[in-house]
């Protein structure tokens, strides 16, 4: 036999909560099989409608090949007619990119150069080099410090 436990109230289940929850997971229940009969319906009826429209194509495919007509290859389908003159602008767009490629690495060769030339001057060549050629951002110039 099962020795008797001691239960708070606060933990004691009733009949009626017990009854509450199981109506309430009946509804839930039933809210689910609804949707489910409901979401099986509106299948059917898309695939009804897709039928149709399968069978009104073959239709008209018949029909344009007993000379009807109503031809599917009538349809314009073209995005862009003037195929020419967009190819040329592409081209003139890449021809343009391709040059600002060019003058960025013309540049940094020339750079690249310059600083090799500047490193292999001796101390006094590079002090009068840097003072016929001051830079933009020299050590001594240029940013000012944050004054707080």
């Known amino acids: 036999m099962v020795k008797p436990t001691f239960v708070p109230k606060r933990q004691r ?29 509106e299948s059917k009826q ?11 194509i073959a239709a008209m495919e018949a029909a344009n090949d007993q000379g009807g007509t109503n031809r599917m290859s009538d349809v314009d389908t073209d995005d862009d007619p003037d195929d020419v003159a967009a190819f040329e602008a592409w081209q ?3 021809q343009a990119r391709r040059e600002q490629e060019a003058e960025i690495r013309r540049k940094f060769v020339e750079e690249r150069e310059e ?14 080099w840097l003072a016929a050629n001051p830079r933009e951002n020299a050590e001594t110039g240029g940013k000012e410090k944050q004054k707080l």
Do not use: F
């Open 13 to 41: 289940e009733t009949i009626a909560e017990r009854e509450k929850v199981e109506a309430e997971m009946d509804a839930e229940h039933e809210r689910r099989e609804a949707h489910k009969r409901k979401r099986a319906t």
């Open 46 to 56: 898309l695939a009804a409608i897709e039928v149709d429209m399968e069978k009104q």
């Open 92 to 94: 003139r767009r890449e």
């Open 115 to 128: 600083q090799e030339r500047i490193r292999r001057m001796s101390e006094e060549e590079k002090e009068a």
